[in-house]
DNA sequence: TAGATTGTTAATCGATTAACAATC
DNA sequence: TAGATTGTTAATCGATTAACAATC
């Protein structure tokens, strides 16, 4: 029996890049930085930086903290973000403008190839300078190309079909935006980006901020 | 002592909107919905959808499920979506008008009263109806309308200084889309939305993937 | 040395999952 | 009645937090 790999945790993973973009603005000025810097720098606990911080497999110097420069290759190759994998953009709605001009993917492991849309009034035309395609051509430039990672950011009432689309031109992740729960075969990793989501929490704390003033004031 | 209320927990809280969404489509052909509907339907285990209505304080049937009639209330009161909250935008750039265009937010519980920008250019003009106020007027708008909660859709150079202008404003919520960790008094809540933690687990869940197939291959 | 921080083991906490009687 | 599902209590699992010796 091998050793089985010790997955880390979803939420160790999803405080990864928050890490990466204080090092890189260190980076400037710092050789060295501390999990305890880290914590300070984003609210939270030094002890769940440091744990975090573990799972990347350098050593840091006690008293002292970590190399910046080890740190961060550790965590871009940590988060597959060091080499950029090629992904197609389905959709250049307002949405899908967002997206393409967040920052640019650059920085992200992402690299844009192309950008698709139904509507033909918009193929040909350009948006970030990426030209847009017509959805016919999707299948072919994605098993040509070998494309991996697809962006849905199409309405929500053909994003399942369009998923379909993807998969059968082989796929093998969807980062979905429409408001929609996407299926897809279990070899075929999809991650549902849901706005909603982040509302409902917003108005949860709200809430519980709201009693606890009330609870002040009476 | 008083009972303390019991806060529900955050996965919790996430998962309503997907339930609220599956139920309203439901609502038009059915009457009542099991939790191992919901369930199916979201590909989670039923004991999870379970536990989640348990929290709505509604009464289901054993053997049937749950009057739709009541649940999409219950769900609605649960997030605080039953009155429309009002909110305004502060950034009117490619990813201000894809928020202003997501299936409008009146679905949400939000209604978005404002939108603000520091470009004169776009000052005047309109977007989704919405007319583009000079930041200027913030304050002012805030103070005088109780606005309760503002969206950020500033790039990240500036997010901080408009969440700085917003809170002395007297805003109680900031919903944060700047890749940047927002900071403010405790008692104002603040949602960082980070697209790049939703890139981070799809990456690692490809790479889990990958490292499955590859076992299988060798 | 004194102070800070690491690496690591153990304790705690909370969310998920299991089990099952009660009910339609 | 048989089958399905609820409400609820208990068991399990995994993430967070605490503690502390070792090291710079």
Same mark, same amino acid.
């Given at each position: ?8 945790? #979803? &939420?160790?993973?999803?405080?990864m890049p928050?890490y990466l973009r204080i090092i890189q603005n260190l980076s400037t !000025?710092e050789e060295q930085v501390?999990?305890?810097?880290i914590?300070? @720098? ?6 769940? !930086?440091?744990?975090?911080l573990? #799972?990347l497999?350098i =050593? ?6 970590y190399n910046i420069k080890e740190l961060i290759p550790a965590i871009e190759n940590f988060l597959?973000w060091d ?11 307002? =949405?899908?403008?967002?997206? =393409? ?6 920085n ?9 849309? $139904? ?6 035309? @350009? ?11 999707? +299948?072919?430039? /994605? ?6 990672? +697809?962006?849905? +950011?199409? &309405?929500? @009432? ?23 729960? /996407? ?5 075929? /990793? ?19 901020? $709201? ?5 002040? +004031?009476?």
């Amino acid at each position: 029996m091998e050793t089985s790999v010790k997955h880390p945790s #979803l &939420p160790s993973v999803k405080r990864m890049p928050m890490y990466l973009r204080i090092i890189q603005n260190l980076s400037t !000025t710092e050789e060295q930085v501390s999990a305890t810097q880290i914590a300070r @720098e984003l609210g939270i606990e030094p002890i769940v !930086t440091r744990k975090d911080l573990e #799972l990347l497999g350098i =050593l840091g110097k006690p008293g002292v903290g970590y190399n910046i420069k080890e740190l961060i290759p550790a965590i871009e190759n940590f988060l597959g973000w060091d080499n950029a994998s090629d992904a197609v953009l389905v959709g250049a709605g307002s =949405l899908g403008t967002a997206l =393409l001009g967040y920052q640019g993917f650059a920085n992200y492991g992402m690299h844009i190839t192309a950008v698709f849309d $139904q509507d033909p009034k918009k193929v040909g035309r @350009e948006i970030h300078k990426k030209k847009i395609f017509p959805l016919e051509k999707l +299948a072919n430039l /994605i098993s040509r190309m070998h494309i991996s990672i +697809a962006i849905i +950011a199409v &309405p929500k @009432e053909c994003a399942q079909e369009t998923a379909d689309k993807l998969v059968a031109a082989g796929i093998k992740a969807i980062w979905n935006f429409a408001p929609i729960k /996407i299926s897809a075969p279990t070899h075929v /990793i999809v991650q549902n980006e849901d706005l909603a989501e982040g509302l409902a929490v917003l108005f949860s704390k709200l809430k519980r901020e $709201q009693s606890r003033s009330a609870k002040r +004031a009476g």
